[in-house]
T-cell receptor
Framework: RKEVEQDPGPFNVPEGATVAFNCTYS??????FFWYRQDCRKEPKLLMS???SGNEDGRFTAQLNRASQYISLLIRDSKLSDSATYLC??????????FGSGTKLNVKP | NAGVTQTPKFRVLKTGQSMTLLCAQDMNHEYMYWYRQDPGMGLRLIHYSVGEGTTAKGEVPDGYNVSRLKKQNFLLGLESAAPSQTSVYFCASRNGWAGELFFGEGSRLTVL
């Protein structure tokens, strides 16, 4: 079983739509959680950390549910520039970061 | 602002050849990592280092060796390349156990 699982998509949405991604993780001892964004043929870059209380950064909202071991990312008012692959990342044992295989988002005009 | 720099960016090898990927960071980070990324699979950790002179195995270390002789550099070596090592390799660094990972631009390796 993979440490981190994501729906690969692609999610094809029109501009202005709201879209949500979920990610599940297998290790209940996981300590920290992140969403990274990866553009085609580029390196991953941190989008946001995910805190237990949930957190928001502009149009992006991240939630963590430790009991069910899943993380979510909500994007409101999608822009063309949001088209990318979104990677769910889970960290435990201080040095082990586990990456999901990514969810691809295509925002269409 | 260089950040994390990987060289080379692209390389084609024949089976059995050896090569070294160089990762250099100018952020004075303690921790450095080598990942590989393959289609349909998340980034997988090959080796990592928690400081100068130290290295440790990750999830998929077989066929690779690493060295961290200087704090700013982390080298990934392939002694005898195999087609299964065709991949995109990413180096990353971070400052402290709670810091975010900063990635290099990646190195695309093809082994024929």
């Amino acid at each position: 079983r993979k440490e981190v699982e994501q729906d690969p998509g692609p999610f094809n949405v029109p501009e202005g739509a709201t879209v949500a991604f979920n990610c599940t993780y297998s290790n209940s001892a996981s300590q920290s959680f992140f969403w990274y964004r990866q553009d085609c043929r580029k390196e991953p870059k941190l989008l946001m950390s995910v805190y237990s209380s949930g957190n928001e950064d502009g149009r992006f909202t991240a939630q963590l549910n430790r009991a069910s071991q899943y993380i979510s990312l909500l994007i409101r008012d999608s822009k063309l520039s949001d088209s990318a692959t979104y990677l769910c990342v889970v960290n435990y044992n201080f040095n082990k970061f586990y990456f999901g295989s990514g969810t691809k988002l295509n925002v269409k005009p | 602002n260089a950040g994390v720099t990987q060289t080379p960016k692209f390389r084609v090898l024949k089976t059995g050849q050896s090569m070294t990927l160089l990762c250099a960071q100018d952020m004075n980070h303690e921790y450095m990592y080598w990942y590989r990324q393959d289609p349909g699979m998340g980034l997988r950790l090959i080796h990592y280092s928690v400081g100068e002179g130290t290295t440790a195995k990750g999830e998929v270390p077989d066929g690779y060796n690493v060295s961290r002789l200087k704090k700013q550099n982390f080298l990934l070596g392939l002694e005898s390349a195999a087609p299964s090592q065709t991949s995109v390799y990413f180096c990353a660094s971070r400052n402290g156990w709670a810091g975010e990972l900063f990635f290099g631009e990646g190195s695309r390796l093809t082994v024929l």
